[in-house]
């Protein structure tokens, strides 16, 4: 027999499979050793990976591109550990097999990297025996869920079999702390069953050290099943000195973006950033007061889902994408928790948008007491705030008045939710402005594009240096000669860096009503969550 024979499909030589028993590894090799070599994996890493075929633990369908592509960039050594590791893994709940391979070179990299520089990796602080398997089989036998098991997280469910209800919306999701980092399913899920039916459970695990984060995300089927989860399980000890804390969370499906140009209107911002990333579904826009046809600067980007919305933000925020010129400023939206359908029952305040600068409080008021009596009417730029005296002549007014025609353009109309807590909201700001002075020593061109005098570039954190200049006092505008841009940027700052995919309803305020008036955006059709406009300055 010759030595070399032709691969099946490139003509390309590789050696012969039948070759020496030292050479080719354990035993005979399989029909897809030699695609492996074909695609150019070395001969070692190529066998090590027909070995784990021959387990039955992997098959060569399940691996992609992207798998293979990134074995064969490896190291030689770094791959056959990597493999080891990997055949070393419990992957009786790993569906996708290629995507929990990349999980564990990535984790492979951090730790090499993280050697390298003489920085001592994270190692677990007790001793991991894993989910008791037994139990969870149980569990899932009960159940009819499914487990999917990745090297970043264990995902329990989603939909429940055979639902054919519609997906849990906002308010039926809970963030879980203060989990013991040795407890897995087996201990969680009969916790938070009590509570309602649960559509999935997402226990966060660190890749570094095989103990979970120490958080999970809980989404019930309805909103009343995760109010009991919180009601019955923040602060309960489940085990001896051990309380975990349970409160409810938001998916986060919308972008702030600052610094567009005023002249945009809403069919032109979706065209352009639909470019950029796919998901979105809707561009929320405020116009100036005293020009309808132009925007005030900034806008919201709504998208399907968080993980296209957090796609869309990588894109946007890497600050080579220009909007016509412009650089753009790109944050998560601060949202708002629902308030209680408790809460909303009793509020007799309507909150009416799209107004034009000819439009008085006096008229509105005469508009709006049609429906029954209004006790005050205050306006504020563009939108208003009307309190009526009773709730239902509030919702006829809502109703009857919503999208009509009022000075030259049509209003909108809906019930005003409680505003946060005045303490909790100047928080955001300042985080928020933190926020910003970090992506402006980021991206010093974008400063120029600043306006010195608007009043939110003030009571800053601590002082600031701008790039070759003098550090700038706080409680104090940026001085006119550091502005060297053509555009200036007229709007109010991004939000903070803590606002992310989730935001715990408890840290956005305790459900106070304060005194001052905010604006507010309903999320979608449905109103279901609300968005405060705390963009009032820009013009």
């Not at 049509?410 to 700001?429: G, Q």
């Not at 700038?472 to 940027?489: Q, S």
Request: with cysteine; proline share 6%.
């Amino acid at each position: 027999m010759n030595k070399y024979e032709m691969a099946e499909g490139n003509g390309e030589l590789v050696d012969d499979i039948n070759q020496k028993s030292e050479d080719r590894g354990d035993g005979e090799r399989t029909e897809d050793y030699p695609k492996l070599l074909e695609y150019g994996l070395d001969k070692k890493v190529a066998g090590k990976l027909d070995d784990i075929y021959k387990t039955g633990k992997l098959a060569h369908v399940e691996l992609d591109e992207r798998a293979l592509d990134a074995l064969k960039e490896f190291p030689v050594d770094g791959a056959l550990n990597v493999l080891s590791q990997f055949l070393e893994s419990n992957l009786e709940h790993v569906s996708n097999k290629s995507a929990y391979l990349c999980g564990v070179m990535k984790t492979y990299r951090q730790k090499s990297r993280a050697s390298q520089q003489g920085v001592a990796t994270p190692a677990a602080t007790v001793q991991v025996k894993g989910p008791d398997e037994e139990k969870i089989k149980k569990i899932l036998e009960r159940t009819g869920y499914s487990l999917d098991v990745t090297t970043g997280q264990r995902k329990y469910g989603g939909p429940p079999p055979n639902w054919d209800g519609p997906t849990p919306g906002n308010g039926c999701e809970v963030f879980c702390g203060k989990i013991p980092k040795d407890m897995f399913e087996d201990e969680i899920i009969p916790l938070f069953e009590d509570c309602g039916t649960i559509w999935d459970l997402r226990l966060m695990m660190d890749p570094m050290t095989g103990t979970n984060r120490g958080y999970a995300f809980v989404t019930f089927t309805t909103r009343e099943a995760a109010a009991n989860a919180v009601r019955q399980l923040n602060d309960l000890e489940i085990r001896k000195g051990k309380k975990i804390g349970v409160t409810v969370s938001f998916n986060n499906h919308r972008l702030f973006v600052g610094n567009i140009p005023k002249n945009r209107d809403r069919d032109e911002l979706i065209e352009e950033f639909t470019k950029h990333a796919p998901g979105l579904i809707e561009v929320i826009i405020y116009s100036s007061p005293d020009d309808k046809k132009k925007n005030r600067g900034f806008c919201f980007l709504e998208y399907e889902s968080h993980k296209a919305a957090s796609l869309a933000k990588r894109r946007l925020g890497t600050g080579r994408i220009k909007v016509w010129g412009c650089d753009i400023i790109v944050d998560w939206a601060d949202p708002q928790e629902e308030p209680d359908e408790q809460t909303m029952s009793k509020v007799k305040v309507l909150y009416v948008r799209n107004l034009t600068q000819d439009v008085s409080e006096e008229k509105l008021k005469e508009q709006f007491e049609q429906f029954g009596k209004v006790e005050r009417v205050k306006k504020i730029k563009d939108y208003a705030f009307v309190h009526f005296e009773d709730r239902d002549s509030a919702v006829i007014a809502m109703r009857g008045l919503n999208g009509k025609e009022i000075g030259s353009s049509n209003i909108e109309v809906s019930l005003a939710k409680p505003p946060s807590d005045k303490k909790k909201k100047e928080e955001i700001l300042r985080a928020r402005e933190r926020r910003m002075m970090q992506m402006m020593q980021g991206r010093p061109g974008i400063v120029g594009n600043l306006s010195p005098t608007h009043p939110n570039m003030l009571s800053l954190a601590a002082p600031m240096r701008l790039p070759g200049g003098p550090r700038i006092p706080l409680r104090a505008p940026i001085p006119r000669e550091y502005v060297v841009g053509k555009r200036k940027f007229d709007g109010a700052l991004p939000n903070p860096a803590d606002i992310k995919r989730r935001y715990p309803a408890g840290l956005i305020g305790n459900g106070s009503w304060g005194s001052i008036p905010l604006p507010q955006q309903p999320l979608g059709t449905n109103g279901e969550q609300w968005y405060t406009d705390t963009f009032p300055a820009w013009s």
